[in-house]
């Protein structure tokens, strides 16, 4: 068994047709929850409760260092985040791993803002929130591991 380092698993926003990382990222996180229906049944006792899950939904919440780039062709900068945040524009989100697993799916950015703090890198955070049902695709197969690297091989790729 082997951990996954956070460092390796990558927001990506597409814009046009690329999936583009989110520009200096610290954290991104992936968070399922279900909404709980409470029923009643015989087996309650002594005031216990029971439930069901009906839906369910998921956000991805963010945080990361701003930069003072506007746009770039490279990444997503905090500023083409916040233009997608204000036009409400559903986006297509991804989080790859270097394993070569990806989830992706749908989304709007629900929030946004910055903290300032004096002395220190103005930091951001955001969070997604999710459209319908997210997907898991491609699973890596481990060619080679050193202390150094990973090679995987992911389908029609191989990741070093």
């Known amino acids: 068994m082997s951990f996954i380092v956070g460092t390796f698993r990558i927001l990506y926003i597409k814009i046009d047709e690329d999936y583009l990382p989110f520009a200096c ?25 029971s439930s ?13 260092i701003l930069t003072d780039e506007l746009e770039s062709e490279t990444v997503v ?3 083409m985040a916040q233009a997608l945040k204000r036009s409400r524009t559903l986006i297509e989100w991804q989080i790859e ?3 070569g697993e990806f989830e992706n799916g749908f989304g709007y950015i629900s929030d ?8 220190e890198f103005v930091s951001f955070s955001g969070t997604i929130i999710g459209q319908g049902k997210p997907e898991v695709e491609g ?3 481990l060619l080679l591991e050193t202390g150094d ?4 091989e992911t389908g029609d790729k191989i990741i070093l």
Not at 112 to 119: E, I, M, P, R, S
Not at 149 to 152: M, P, V
């Open 97 to 99: 791993s270097v394993e």
């Open 52 to 64: 069901i899950p009906t839906s369910q939904n998921y956000s991805i919440p963010f945080d990361g």
């Open 25 to 49: 990222l610290t954290s991104n996180s992936f968070t399922e929850s279900a909404t709980m229906l409470g029923t009643t049944t015989r087996d309650n006792q002594d005031g216990w409760e």
């Open 77 to 79: 900068t905090y500023y």
């Open 112 to 119: 946004l803002g910055n903290v300032n703090t004096v002395d």
């Open 149 to 152: 690297f990973l090679l995987l």
């Open 139 to 141: 699973q890596g197969f």
